[in-house]
């Protein structure tokens, strides 16, 4: 069996188009979203209808929260008050993001599950307890290894960070699925997860997937969504940007 396992589209058509492609090509026998579906990027609409159109099943990620329950950023934004110039950027970006999905994928949105549980893969969007807060990709085994054993699978998959990555624990293995449309690892293409399952053994490996940038920056420009030259930057360098 093949699981295919992609997150963090943030709203970026062309390479959410790009993926699908792959996806043709890899044939994987199920595909699942880690959610942070539609903020932040030229489409949000066609994303989340998209997504829904494929009946994929997936987990709530920390900006769709943010979409239908607009409270928990600034729940959030409570333990960082050094960063409230930042928080006030998002959340101008997430409110016109919100006025475009309108109620009902809105309130699809607010119906996702936090975990997708199969028999060899556990899927959380940041970690098993929050949709906010993850490990880095550069923590160390024994923290992995605190947040990601609770789920009881041999590989558990989150997303949230931007920064794909494979980490071998002992008796677990923990990864990261990188983002499809905002990538922050210095490198511009799309990201997601491959995961087979042969005969007990359960092999994950990290696809990228090239895209035309320069027709979603041209999106991105015509979309009417606020600050998003800070979206063009991080899409342009591939790395997390200041606004």
């Known amino acids: 069996m093949r699981v295919a396992i992609l997150s ?26 880690g959610g942070d579906l539609a903020d ?17 099943p997936g987990v709530m990620g920390n900006t769709d929260e943010m979409l239908f329950r607009p409270e ?12 409230k110039p930042l928080f ?24 996702l599950p936090r975990r997708q549980i199969l028999e060899g893969i556990a899927l959380v969007h940041a970690s098993p307890e929050s949709l906010w807060r993850a490990p880095s990709a550069d923590a160390g085994d024994a923290e992995l290894e605190s947040v990601y054993a609770p789920p009881g699978r041999p590989v558990v998959v989150y997303g949230h960070i931007h920064r794909p990555y494979i980490r071998k ?8 699925s990188g983002s499809v449309g905002l990538t922050q690892d210095g490198d511009r293409r799309a990201s997601y997860i491959l ?20 027709r979603e920056l041209a999106l991105l420009a015509e979309c009417g969504l ?18």
């Not at 932040?40 to 994929?56: A, F, M």
């Not at 624990?169 to 990261?176: A, F, I, R, T, Y």
């Open 8 to 33: 963090d589209i943030h709203g970026n058509l062309t390479a959410f188009e790009a993926v699908l492609a792959d996806l043709r090509q890899t044939s994987p026998d199920l595909i699942l979203h």
């Open 40 to 56: 932040g990027g030229s489409s949000p609409v066609d994303i989340v209808d998209r997504i829904r159109e494929l009946g994929w």
């Open 72 to 83: 928990s950023l600034g729940e959030f934004a409570r333990n960082a008050p050094a960063l």
């Open 88 to 111: 006030d950027v998002i959340e101008e970006m997430a409110a016109a993001t919100r006025a475009k999905l309108g109620p009902e994928p809105l309130a699809w949105l607010s119906g």
């Open 169 to 176: 624990l002992p008796g677990m293995v923990v990864v990261n």
């Open 195 to 214: 995961v087979d399952i042969l005969a007990g053994e359960v092999t994950p490996s990290i696809r990228r997937v090239a895209y035309d940038l320069d």
């Open 226 to 243: 606020p600050h998003a030259a800070w979206v063009a930057k991080t899409l342009q360098s591939g790395c997390f940007q200041i606004p």
